[in-house]
């Protein structure tokens, strides 16, 4: 098979594969549900991918891609340090209308005992920090944060605004987007009246 030729089929696969893992959730859809559903022989599935659960992340690998792809393109409408954290955080509210990520919580949960595949997904999961670390590495150019602290700046920050995503059932998208702004603002911010540094 051509490389261009495969690279149509494996995305076709791929395509094919997120609509019906949304559909039906990741342990609900068979191998045979696949094949039918996709209209590839089993074969052809397997010769481009080993697995389901391989599949699955290939699915995950490539919508973290599409995510990251999407914010280097618009992360240049936000000049400085302060803009760019308010705006990774819209980014991530954009990003909950894709079901995928549910689907995700769903596989990570159900497969506890598969090592390599939980280290894959935790791959998966850190892919964002680095884009937060680079933008908080602004923040130290701009002399706003401390270098020392910022690879726990990022971590803190990632984990506020994955904590977040367990209220997407609660609230609508534009209450979603004021949650996270505020947010953001009390991240950089702090909570507390006439803040000082005791």
């Keep these: 098979m051509s490389t261009d030729k495969a690279k149509k089929k494996r995305d076709l696969i791929l395509d094919k594969a ?4 949304i559909q039906r959730g ?3 859809t068979s191998m045979d549900e696949l094949v039918r559903y996709i209209g590839v022989s089993k074969g052809s599935i397997y010769y481009h991918f080993k697995s389901k659960e391989e599949l699955f992340i290939q699915l995950l690998i490539r919508q973290n891609r599409e995510w990251i792809s ?3 393109k618009k992360s240049g409408d936000f000049p400085s340090f ?3 954290v308010y705006g990774i955080a819209d980014h991530m509210v954009d990003d909950f209308q ?7 919580e769903e596989f990570y949960i159900s497969s ?3 090592k390599p595949l939980l280290d894959q997904m935790l791959e998966i999961i850190r892919e964002p920090r680095k884009l937060y670390r680079d933008i908080f590495a602004e923040g130290v150019k701009e002399g706003l944060l401390p270098e020392e602290e910022l690879d726990e700046i990022a971590i803190v920050f990632a984990s506020m605004l994955d904590g977040l995503s367990t209220t997407y059932y609660e609230r609508s998208s534009d209450e979603l987007r004021v949650l996270y702004r505020r947010a953001v603002k009390y991240f950089l911010h702090g909570v507390l009246r006439n803040h000082q540094d005791h």
């Design 18 to 21: 997120k609509e019906l893992f």
């Design 26 to 28: 990741y342990a609900a």
């Design 70 to 72: 999407a914010w280097v």
């Design 82 to 84: 302060e803009e760019k």
């Design 98 to 104: 894709n079901p995928l990520i549910k689907v995700g």
């Design 112 to 114: 506890p005992e598969n």
